[in-house]
C-alpha cells in the first residue's frame, strides 16, 4: 500500500506531466458539463485564456451566489479557472485564494493574473495563488475564521487524508461561512488496493467518498446538517475502468455547507417562516438553497431549524425575512416529497 507521500507524488505526476488537457481523461467524473454553468456565469467563462480552460479538470459547477467583496478559498484550484470566475464575482473589494499542490498548474495558473486584471477591466489583481496541500492550510499562512466561502472542484476525492482537509476547512471558515463544492460520491466503501491504481485514481474514482462515510466525517466535525444543491450520475464508459471498479455507481454532486453551531441533526419544528425578498443577483423570481428548498419571491414558507439558520446566520440574511424563534418547539419538521413546495397552507419543504 502507498504512503500518503507516494499518492501525492502520483497524482502530482498525473495532473502536472501525464495529463495534458481535459481531453486526455478516460472518464467525465473530473470532467464539468457543458450546461453546468447557469447562464450569467457564460460570458465570464468565455473572458478566461484558453490555456486556463484547456488545462482544467473539475466535475461542477461550484460558484455560489452573494459574493460581492467576499473572501474566497478555492482548495485544489489546478489552473485557476474558478479562480478567475470568482474574481470577477467577488470584485476588486474581495480576494480569491487558489491552493494546488502541482506546480505546473499553478505556474499556468499565475501566468494569466495580469492578463485576467485586465480582461475584467480592474486596477489592481484580486487572486492569489499559493502551491501547497489542501489538507494543511495553515502552514499556507491561511488562518482560523478568515474565509467567507470555500470551494472545491472535483479535488478532495484525491487527498488520501480527507478528515484533515474537512477539519482545515472550518478552522478557516468565519462563523457563518460556507463550505460549497462539487466532488465524486460512490454508493459504497472502494477496496482500498483500488487507491493504488494510477488511472482509477487521477480519475476521480477510487478516492471517491461512500455517501454514508461523508456524512459521518461531517458529524464528528460537528456539521450536523448539508445539502446537496445538484447531483448527476457518473457513466464508465471506458471498458478498462469499468472492469475495474464498475462494481460502484458514482455520481458528481454539488454540496453546501455552513459553520453554525446550532445545526441540529434532524429537522425540528419551531413553527419558523421565511420569505425571500428577490435581492440576490440573477435571481429575481426565485433562488433554491439545495434541490428541495426553492423559495419564490414574496412567498412564506415553512422551514426547519436547520434552514432558517442557515438562512439568517450567514451572509443571506438580508434577502430573507424569518418569522418566529425557538422559544417554542413543535417537534420533529414534517417532511413533504422534495418536489413539493411548502407553503403557509401545507407542511413544509423537506430538509
Do not use: W
Amino acid at each position: 500500500m502507498e504512503t500518503i507521500d507516494e499518492k501525492q507524488a502520483r497524482l502530482k505526476e498525473y495532473y502536472g506531466r501525464v495529463l495534458k488537457g481535459s481531453s486526455d481523461l478516460k472518464t467525465s467524473a473530473c470532467c464539468t458539463p457543458e450546461d453546468a454553468f447557469p447562464v450569467y456565469l457564460r460570458p465570464i467563462i468565455g473572458q478566461i485564456h484558453d490555456e486556463i480552460l484547456d488545462k482544467f479538470y473539475g466535475c461542477g459547477s461550484p460558484i455560489p451566489d452573494e459574493l460581492n467583496g467576499r473572501m474566497v478559498l478555492d482548495l485544489g484550484c489546478g489552473t485557476g479557472r474558478d479562480v478567475y470566475l470568482l474574481s470577477k464575482l467577488v470584485g476588486e473589494s474581495g480576494l480569491v485564494i487558489g491552493v494546488d499542490m502541482t506546480k505546473e498548474q499553478i505556474d499556468v495558473a499565475k501566468k494569466y493574473a495580469d492578463h485576467q486584471m485586465k480582461v475584467f477591466n480592474f486596477q489592481k489583481s484580486n487572486v492569489d495563488f499559493r502551491q501547497g496541500y489542501i489538507e494543511d492550510l495553515k502552514s499556507l499562512g491561511i488562518e482560523d475564521n478568515s474565509i467567507d466561502v470555500v470551494i472545491s472542484n472535483c479535488v478532495i476525492n484525491l487527498s488520501p487524508d480527507k478528515q484533515s482537509v474537512f477539519s482545515e476547512i472550518f478552522r478557516v471558515l468565519k462563523p457563518g461561512g460556507e463550505l460549497y463544492f462539487s466532488d465524486v460520491f460512490s454508493d459504497r466503501r472502494i477496496p482500498k488496493e483500488l487507491m493504488d491504481d494510477p488511472v482509477l485514481h487521477g480519475e476521480c474514482l477510487s478516492g471517491a467518498l461512500y455517501i454514508e462515510d461523508f456524512r459521518r466525517l461531517m458529524r464528528d466535525l460537528g456539521c450536523l446538517d448539508y445539502r446537496v444543491v445538484t447531483s448527476h450520475p457518473i457513466q464508465l464508459d471506458d471498458n478498462d475502468v469499468h472492469k475495474k471498479i464498475g462494481m460502484a455507481e458514482f455520481s458528481s454532486k454539488t454540496i453546501r455547507a455552513f459553520k453554525l453551531s446550532n445545526l441540529e441533526d434532524i429537522c425540528e419544528d419551531y413553527g419558523q417562516v421565511a420569505i425571500y425578498q428577490g435581492t440576490i443577483d440573477h435571481h429575481p423570481h426565485y433562488f433554491d438553497l439545495d434541490d428541495h428548498h426553492r423559495f419564490h419571491k414574496g412567498k412564506p414558507l415553512l422551514v426547519c431549524g436547520n434552514t432558517a439558520s442557515m438562512l439568517h446566520e450567514t451572509r443571506f440574511t438580508k434577502h430573507f425575512k424569518i418569522l418566529g424563534d425557538r422559544s417554542m418547539h413543535y417537534g420533529a419538521f414534517d417532511c413533504v416529497s422534495p418536489t413539493t413546495q411548502g407553503s403557509l397552507d401545507i407542511s413544509g419543504s423537506c430538509c
